[in-house]
């Protein structure tokens, strides 16, 4: 190898090195007496690297089946937390959602609440009116029995002290209760104004646009007559173009024989071999010729009606117009 040594294979040539003098000296000392210095032989050096070298593999296999394992474990603990983050991401999604819903002031669970907490209120009122009402009642029963000469003594004055600090309590209750349901009751009628306003704005366009669209309607109705009459002329003169085109055909056919006939009676030597039988061949093949160049402007007559109709539906709409 020409490459140059790095750590590990410096460190390896020390191993390489080390193995090789106990080898040799473990071989010299079965083989030869003591007194004799060890030799090193040249052959042993072969068989010690590739010892090493099976050795450094098997630390590489080792290595790499302990790299596998992590490597599995990695992807395991991977995969159960793409299933955790999957979670979390929707858990955020819905809590930003739940953000925007509420800074926009919809969160219904707010309003629902703002509900049940009136209610509560009205309800724990009322149960303090019924409460004391049937104080008042017992008191003023009380009373009653004692006579009309009796004064009332301290415990009496505090109990009607008493239910007119919480009367007065509730009169305080029932008048905010008041003013927010005025409150309410603004809003809601300001919120009925601009509903209305919006209605009759809708009532103002839908009329405006029932009006177009019934002008709209009428111009509808002209069209439909235009394409109507449009589809007629196709008709028509396809039927006329149909009509001709078989005509000439058939002059187109009887031309090309009466022009074959000639043309063999003029190579059999029946015919006439005067100017006039040449002028009258002639004049057959040049008809016969206008007769295929009229031919086929009427086929293209024909297909430019048939197939493409804008040209004569824009020319008759000119005309009706």
Not at 105 to 130: L, T, W, Y
Not at 238 to 258: C, H
Not at 292 to 317: H, M
């Amino acid at each position: 190898m020409t490459s140059s040594p790095t750590a590990s294979q410096s460190s390896w040539s020390v191993v390489e090195a080390e193995d090789a003098r106990s080898i040799a000296s473990s071989s010299t000392s079965t083989l030869d007496p003591p007194s004799q210095s060890p030799i090193e032989p040249p052959a042993l050096l072969g068989i010690d690297e590739n010892n090493i070298l099976r050795s450094r593999i098997s630390d590489l296999e080792r290595n790499n089946a302990i790299l596998e394992d992590q490597l599995r474990e990695h992807r395991y603990i991977t995969w159960n937390q793409s299933d955790e983050i999957v979670e979390l991401r929707e858990k955020i999604n819905e809590l930003e959602d739940d953000k925007k819903y509420i800074a926009a002031g919809f969160d219904p669970g707010q309003k629902e609440n703002q509900r049940e907490i009136a209610k509560m209120k009205i309800r724990i009122g009322q149960e303090g009116d019924k409460a004391r009402n049937e104080m008042l009642a017992a008191y003023q029963k009380h009373l009653k029995s004692l006579g009309d000469d009796v004064q009332p003594t301290k415990k009496d004055l505090a109990e009607s002290n008493v239910i007119l600090s919480n009367q007065a309590k509730r009169i305080e209750e029932l008048v905010d209760q008041l003013k927010e349901a005025t409150e309410q009751i603004h809003h809601k009628e300001t919120l009925i104004d601009e509903l209305t306003y919006i209605a009759q704005s809708l009532e103002t366009e839908h009329a405006k646009l029932s009006h177009e669209l019934k002008e709209m309607g009428m111009d509808q109705k002209k069209l439909d007559g235009y394409k109507t009459s449009i589809v007629n002329v196709k008709k028509r003169y396809k039927r006329r173009l149909a009509q001709r085109e078989k005509g000439l055909k058939v002059d187109s056919k009887t031309n090309k024989a009466n022009v074959v006939q000639e043309d063999d009676k003029a190579d059999s030597g029946l015919g006439d071999p005067s100017k006039e039988a040449d002028d009258k061949v002639q004049s057959l093949k040049k008809e016969n010729d206008e007769s295929i160049q009229f031919v086929d402007q009427v086929k293209l007559e024909n297909e430019q009606i048939t197939g493409n109709g804008a040209g004569i539906a824009d020319g008759r709409r000119e005309d009706l117009n």
